[in-house]
């Protein structure tokens, strides 16, 4: 029997807010992981991760991860607007151009599914839209609790739905002050 090991390590740390907590992973210097730790599709995402980066998670901080807390305390005291952090994504063509197009979506505002569809320049693919949404790996920074149903209402989000409110709520504060 031949045993490979894996040479990749994505570091992670569990990161415990008044908002939620949060599981962060970093790879190559890269944030690759700011998502919910209890979340239902946590083994999903955790082993597109592994497979994507042919890596296992080590429990270790870093750099990254250390700016990653700093960013997310400024964020969450209403300091910060924006993140400067790299990021890295595993995913499907369609998922990382979803993912690239949230990142235009400005603090404080929403879109709903359709015009994020429509931003693609595929505007058929709501469904889809919505699941690349829920697959995104890197919450609050790629910024998938902006998006809402056509219709205005909150729609589902991995933190739940209070939560994705309370954010909402917060980034429309940060324009107040």
């Not at 990161?15 to 999903?44: M, P, Q, V, W």
């Not at 990653?68 to 890295?88: C, G, H």
Request: with cysteine.
């Amino acid at each position: 029997m031949v045993v490979y090991l894996s040479m990749n390590q994505i570091n992670i740390q569990y990161y415990k807010t008044r908002y939620a907590h949060f599981i962060l992973g970093s790879f190559e210097n890269k944030l690759c992981l700011l998502d919910f730790r209890y979340r239902k599709l946590r083994t999903t995402v955790d082993n597109r991760l592994k497979k994507g980066f042919d890596a296992e998670f080590i429990e270790q901080d870093n750099e990254i991860l250390k700016n990653t807390r700093k960013q997310l305390d400024e964020y969450f005291d209403m300091t910060r607007k924006e993140f400067d952090i790299p990021i890295i994504t595993v995913g499907t063509d369609f998922q990382k151009n979803v993912w690239k197009a949230l990142l235009k979506v400005p603090y404080g505002s929403t879109f709903s599914y359709l015009e994020l569809a429509k931003d693609i320049k595929n505007e058929k693919a709501v469904r889809a839209v919505a699941s690349a949404n829920g697959a995104n790996a890197i919450g609050l920074i790629i910024p998938c609790h902006r998006i809402i149903g056509t219709n205005g209402e909150l729609t589902g989000y991995g933190g739940g739905l209070a939560l994705k409110k309370r954010l909402l709520k917060l980034e429309n504060n940060l324009f107040m002050s």
